[in-house]
């Protein structure tokens, strides 16, 4: 548990059940996705379960698992017959899935100590599924922890939320993000800083964004916006409408949040805000002259136009059309 980052009230509370051999019936871990809540699940799993930790009693045992031990190996790769995760199939966690994890509960722990079952997405296990599962979620065996995780907990049954313990998960501080990409991964001060700013305290999703893509992408989001501040070159706005438009619908629509971020930033620097309030800041001189050229009222009016164009990526319009309306009206 030691080596988690943020969430400190919950760190320390779950430490301490397990230092006193003390762990509940069943948790609910409620929080946006990739703040850490399988981290922490697998983290109590392993800190129990440990074939290290188990050679030490009492105050000598951890609050940590080693890692390294066939157990602890085995659990991270979902491999240890007492730590079992359960997702939805498809939309829903089925019936059949919720019978099943039910019935495997009932056994003693096979090889460690503790046995640990994740139930991943859990406002997606509904009403019949959810039923098979209520006796076991309030009473299964002292040797046994449930744990449910979601980031929408409200959308989760009654009769399921009031059969559990809630632990709430926030994103980390940029702080805490920072040093745990520097602790995890071997990449420059200056990515892990960018990383940490872009992924607003979600550790899951510092792994999925290649930086250097981001870096290079971005670029092409900034000359785009320096060829529109200009506003004189309609033959190169045409061809960058034209360029994007064509891209596929993902791609398209993470280039424009890309490019809303940079307006946001933009705006924030025009609104006389320091280098430490914005996202892209190892960009500054750059969103900085921007800022000036643009102006406060006029980004406004910029933001407002992107924001209805990104909303009416849902309705399937032509993006080329729509781009270049855009892009060769920007102030109109
Ligand atoms: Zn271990």
Redesign the pocket.
Known sequence: MSSLIGNERNKQILKRLIARDRLGASYLFAGPDGVGKRLFALAMA?AV?????RENTGNQRGDQ?????????RIDAGSHPDVQTVAPDGVYIRIAQARALAEEIQYRPREGRHRFFIIDQAERLRDEAANALLKTLEEPPPTTTLILLSARPDALLPTIRSRVQRLNFAPLTVAEMQRYLENNYSRPATDTALLARLTEGRIGQATAIDISDYRRERRGMIELLELLATGNDRFRLLKAAEYYGKQERDAFEKKLDMLLRLLRDIFLIAAGRSKDDIINNDEYDRLAALASRIGAARLTGWIEKFDVLRANLAININRPIALEALLLNIDG
Not at 49 to 53: F, I, Q
Not at 65 to 73: H, I, L, N, V, Y
């Open positions: 392993k379960n440990c074939e290290r930790n698992g080693c890692d390294s031990c066939p157990a602890c190996r």
